[in-house]
């Protein structure tokens, strides 16, 4: 049409928006997880929706202009139908994936926002450095169980996640919902009201609704986004003498959405797990739970305890990391984004979400995650020695990392202090039974002692016994 400045205008736009997807995609180079370190930054999320709107803007108008200036002056009336419906044909090309586009960025920041703190709570926040220098990061892990037939909420589910920021390598620290006596810490308004060495006169998991029946009172931060959970967190941190950095709470009632958005998640079953009101079951064998029976799976304690609910919690955590991939998160985006907002509480900065992300992609992929249960027969819950539990945690945490020391010499070629049989994981060998010791196979294990049972270790999957951390690889069928 000789428009030859236009039309050149268009041209430039049009490759160098080529371009920036090809740049984009060079840059990228199919990394996902890269992908969801910038999805989950607000001002990447609220760049990307201003782009596309302004490109399908831009774009549409090109496309009715070039219509206007093209179109035959004496065009008969089904030409110039024909021509219109080609032109909103081709508008809606542009417009349906701008619009899911700015969508999708609108969801990540609104589920962003609404979940994770805006700040850093003081700290200041190094990209490079996130961690601050410190060598693993603490998170404690709340299952809240809240129903309608009875007021308040129960932390039956907690377990502390001490995560080595260098290896990806976890030790989690399951702690039973039934330990009595819980010591505050000193100085707080619980302490006061509830002194030692008795303690707490509740459970536990009542010390969040404790909290929260009076928050101005008991609260160790009344301004903090959830001064209940803020609380539990440093009660725990006390307990267990490590350092809670942050939390993160799901609703066990919600937490059977979050499964049905990534489509279930496959468990193998050894031994059949009743729940239900109904007389369900969850067979043995291998299947693929929905949310429901995922959320029984951990919550059943049919012909079990707690203590091996709590191993089948400590396996869900881990099949879910397995499980769920960046494919199978952004393939079902929308309702992930939404039961999240509906089930999740947490007080990680929105700043540090992409390095958790680094983080999350390091422990599913390299890290070693290993179970310590401070339950029965190593921990007397009606009685805690809570130097002796500070002990064990420290020694776990310390195991954990004396095991990446030696594998990291190992694989260097320093392997002088290990012995030639060593493990590749840097275990040594149990050492050969000597024939004088046939009087030990007469002694009970811990196990016995403690049930009074023949057999000499739990047959529930799970259920964890002894002082030292034991992998979720050996513990999880």
């Not at 609910?309 to 396996?315: F, L, V, Y």
Request: net charge negative.
């Amino acid at each position: 049409m000789r428009r030859r400045i236009a039309g050149w205008t268009v041209l430039i736009l049009y490759l160098a928006l080529v371009a920036a997807g090809v740049a984009a995609f060079v840059l990228l180079q199919g990394d996902i997880t890269r992908s969801a370190q910038l999805a989950v930054q607000g001002r990447w999320l609220l760049t990307a929706a201003a782009a596309a709107f302004a490109v399908a803007v831009l774009w549409m108008t090109v496309i009715v202009h070039s219509w206007v200036i093209t179109r035959p002056p004496d065009a008969r009336w089904f030409a110039r139908f024909g021509g219109a419906a080609v032109v909103l044909v081709l508008c809606a090309v542009i417009a349906l994936p701008a619009g899911a586009v700015m969508r999708t960025a609108h969801t990540a920041h609104d589920t962003v926002s609404s979940v994770f703190e805006p700040g850093t709570d003081g700290e200041e926040h190094d990209a490079a450095d996130p961690w601050n220098g410190a060598d693993r990061v603490n998170v404690l892990l709340i299952g809240a169980d809240a129903a309608e037939e009875r007021p308040g909420t129960r932390t039956d589910s907690m377990m502390a996640a001490s995560i080595d920021v260098e290896h990806g390598d976890v030790v989690l620290i399951g702690l039973p919902r039934n330990l009595e006596n819980v010591p505050f810490p000193e100085g707080s308004a619980l302490a006061e009201a509830y002194p030692e060495p008795f303690g707490f006169d509740q459970l536990l998991n009542d010390v969040y609704q404790t909290v929260a029946d009076d928050t101005e009172q008991f609260a160790l931060d009344p301004e903090a986004s959830n001064p209940s959970a803020d609380t539990l967190k440093k009660v725990i941190g006390n307990v267990t003498d490590l350092e809670m950095d942050y939390y993160a709470m799901v609703d066990m009632q919600g937490f059977k959405d979050l499964i049905d958005a990534i489509g279930g998640i496959e468990v193998h079953i050894d031994e059949p797990i009743p729940y239900g009101q109904e007389g369900k079951v969850l067979e043995a064998g291998d299947h693929v739970l929905d949310g429901n029976e995922a959320l029984w799976y951990g919550r059943s304690r049919t012909n079990s305890d707690d203590y091996t609910r709590m191993g089948r919690q400590g396996c869900l955590i881990k099949y879910v990391a397995e499980q769920a991939e960046p494919t199978r998160v952004l393939s079902s985006f929308q309702e992930l984004s939404g039961a999240t907002k509906r089930t999740l509480q947490s007080d990680l900065p929105q700043e540090k979400l992409p390095a958790f992300i680094d983080l999350a992609e390091m422990v599913t992929k390299k890290g070693d995650m290993r179970t310590l249960q401070l339950s029965p027969p190593q921990v007397e819950t009606a009685d805690p020695d809570w130097d002796e539990i500070r002990t064990l945690v420290s020694e776990a945490v310390r195991e954990q990392e004396d095991r990446q020391e030696e594998q990291e010499s190992s694989a260097s070629g320093n392997d002088e202090d290990l012995s030639p049989e060593a493990t590749p994981n840097g275990e040594e060998p149990s050492p050969p039974q000597e024939e004088d010791e046939e009087s030990e196979e007469d002694e009970d294990t811990e196990w016995q002692e403690y049930t009074g049972l023949d057999d000499p270790s739990p047959t529930t999957p799970g259920r964890q016994v002894g002082d030292e951390p034991t992998s979720l690889e050996n513990l999880c069928p």
